[in-house]
């Protein structure tokens, strides 16, 4: 049985407080026992002000957030996945991209959003992350975490179940779905896509999620869930920051997909044709 905390956060403008909120998480996990946090989307920044937004978006060696959350990490010793941040890249675009940190302050892997959130919304909300972010390429799976075999996805990578897929032949035993949904889509989908990906995969998901009225003006759905490979929900935050813990039984995966081997009947499917 491991321990985990998820932070659910409510991220603002400013990098350097939000770095001091998820070093305040990084401490209450350690001394509630859990052995890694999980944390969001975009942990250290959400602004729809793009001009002021880019004075605070960083190359990663000079992150703050990143820096902050490596320090606490090493201080506590834990492991913390960070969901993501607005980082810099050598070209002119952005990456969104997740980092797993160690006990003692290394960066362990790294992950860039590969589905990228383009939608006009019947709210009047436009969305248009391909105008900032370059989108990733590669499916990610780190081996060593405390929660085994761990695969990275953000946010809208949720609805792309072929990259779920992936990471449970790649033999995942958790995979980490970081977001900061809207309020309607959350509404109407995020409980039920996550436990769809669960059972899918026959594994556990975590998902630390974005909550409340941002300072930007954005509303986010928050509920952030632990669901195990059968679908049960372990742990939904429901609405609010805060830190909370949960426990995953990886042979739970064993059990499960024992008795549905879905994995092992995947079949090869022919391009569909027309007829």
């Known amino acids: 049985m491991v321990k985990i905390a998820l932070f659910q956060s409510q991220t603002g403008i400013d990098p350097a407080a939000n770095a001091a909120r998820i070093a305040d998480a ?41 820096s902050a959350v490596r320090d606490a990490a090493h201080k506590n ?27 003692r302050g290394e960066i362990r892997a790294r992950y860039d959003k590969i589905h990228l959130f383009d939608v006009d919304l019947p709210t009047g909300e436009s969305w248009r992350e391909s105008n900032v972010y370059r989108h990733g390429s590669e499916a990610v799976i780190v081996d060593g975490t405390p929660v085994g075999k761990l695969g990275l996805t953000i946010c ?77 929900v372990l742990l939904d935050m429901e609405e609010g920051p805060g830190v909370a813990f949960a426990e995953i039984d990886l042979s739970r995966i064993t059990d499960v997909r024992s008795r549905v081997p879905a994995l092992s009947h995947r079949r090869p499917i022919e391009q569909a044709v027309a007829s």
């Open 77 to 103: 010793g834990i492991w913390v996945h960070i969901g993501s941040l607005a980082v810099r890249t050598e070209g002119r675009q952005l990456a969104n991209r997740a980092f797993i940190i160690d006990p």
């Open 26 to 66: 990084v401490r209450q996990t350690a001394e509630g026992g859990a052995a890694m946090l999980f944390t969001p989307e975009m942990s250290g920044l959400l602004d729809r002000d793009a001009d002021r937004a880019a004075r605070n978006v960083r190359l990663e060696d000079n992150d703050e957030v990143l």
């Open 156 to 232: 809208y990578d949720l609805r792309f179940p072929a990259l779920f897929a992936r990471l449970a032949e790649a033999n995942a035993d958790v995979i980490a779905v970081p977001a900061a949904f809207t309020v309607p889509t959350g509404k109407a989908h995020w409980e039920v896509l996550l436990r769809a990906r669960a059972i899918e995969a026959g594994l556990f998901i975590v998902a630390a999620a974005q909550s409340g009225h941002h300072e930007d003006g954005r509303n986010t759905y928050g509920h952030s869930l632990v669901v195990d490979p059968w679908g049960e």
